[in-house]
């Protein structure tokens, strides 16, 4: 096993790794909509769900895989009343590659934000 780290996402908050890669597969940790520096990005769920975004691409980029090779998906939201925001800029980064995906929500997340993401990749 190898852990995944880089300073291009934000730091692991307790004791977790960003990601995992085990054999050809890489296990990331969930991104909150935290900057690399560790501040909540500002504004609504749109912003934020950009913000994951950032962190998911940074992580897998350091572990050698990319969002064409993420082959599932979990979305934590804390209101299901997001969904279609949230999905709408989700279809933004899987536009012709569609992982399979749960979504489901969720009482309360990390540093109250609106939603988290962790995925599971092929690396190169």
Do not use: W
């Amino acid at each position: 096993m190898r852990i995944v780290s880089t300073d291009k996402a934000p730091a692991a908050i307790g004791p977790y790794s960003q990601g995992i890669i085990a054999g050809n597969m890489f296990y990331s940790s969930g991104q909150i909509p935290l900057t690399p520096e560790g501040t909540i990005v500002s504004g609504g769920v749109v912003e934020q769900t950009h913000q994951v975004f950032q962190n998911l691409k940074a992580v897998l980029e350091e572990a050698r895989a990319s969002f064409e090779s993420v082959v599932k998906a979990t979305v934590y939201i804390k209101n299901m009343d997001d969904f279609a925001t949230i999905n709408e800029v989700y279809g933004e980064y899987f536009s012709v590659h569609k992982p399979a995906r749960s979504c489901v929500e969720v009482a309360r997340l990390p540093k109250d934000v609106l939603l988290e993401i962790e995925v599971i990749a092929l690396v190169k």
